[in-house]
C-alpha cells in the first residue's frame, strides 16, 4: 500500500519559514491528490491544503496567503512552504494522499512543527 513519510518538521520562531517534504512509495503519484493535515493540542484534525495533480490548489482559511503546496510526481514528493508562522500554527503536521479513481485514502505518521520565541 501507499506510504508517506513527513520530513522538515522543528522550532521555529514567529514570523519564520519553513518547508516540509513528503515522500511516498510508488511510482503512480499522479493519480493522487495530495495534501497536507494538521492537529493542534486539544484540537480537531484539519486538512490545510491539498493539490491536484493538475496543480489546482485549495487551503484552509487559517493558512491562505501564507502557506504554499506544490509537487513534483517525478519525485513522487509533496511540500508545503510555510511563512509567517505564528503559534497558532503549532501542530503536528500529516501528509495526505487520496487516490483519484476510488478516493482511497492515506496519511503519514506526522511531523512536529513548534512555533515558539
Known amino acids: 500500500q501507499v506510504q508517506l513519510v513527513e520530513s522538515g518538521g522543528g522550532l521555529v520562531q514567529p514570523g519564520g519559514s519553513l518547508t516540509l517534504s513528503c515522500a511516498a512509495s510508488?511510482?503512480?503519484?499522479?493519480?493522487?491528490?495530495l495534501g497536507w493535515s494538521r492537529q493542534a493540542p486539544g484540537k480537531q484534525r484539519e486538512l490545510v491544503a491539498t493539490?491536484?495533480?493538475?496543480?489546482?490548489?485549495h487551503y484552509d482559511d487559517s493558512v491562505k496567503g501564507r502557506f504554499t503546496i506544490s509537487r513534483d510526481n517525478a519525485k513522487n514528493t509533496v511540500y508545503i512552504q510555510m511563512n509567517s508562522l505564528n503559534p497558532e500554527d503549532t501542530a503536528v503536521y500529516y501528509c495526505?494522499?487520496?487516490?483519484?479513481?476510488?478516493?482511497?485514502?492515506?496519511w503519514g505518521h506526522g511531523t512536529q512543527v513548534t512555533v515558539s520565541s
Open positions: 495526505y494522499a487520496r487516490r483519484v479513481w476510488d478516493r482511497a485514502e492515506y
Open positions: 510508488g511510482s503512480v503519484f499522479s493519480a493522487y491528490v
Open positions: 493539490i491536484t495533480n493538475g496543480g489546482y490548489t
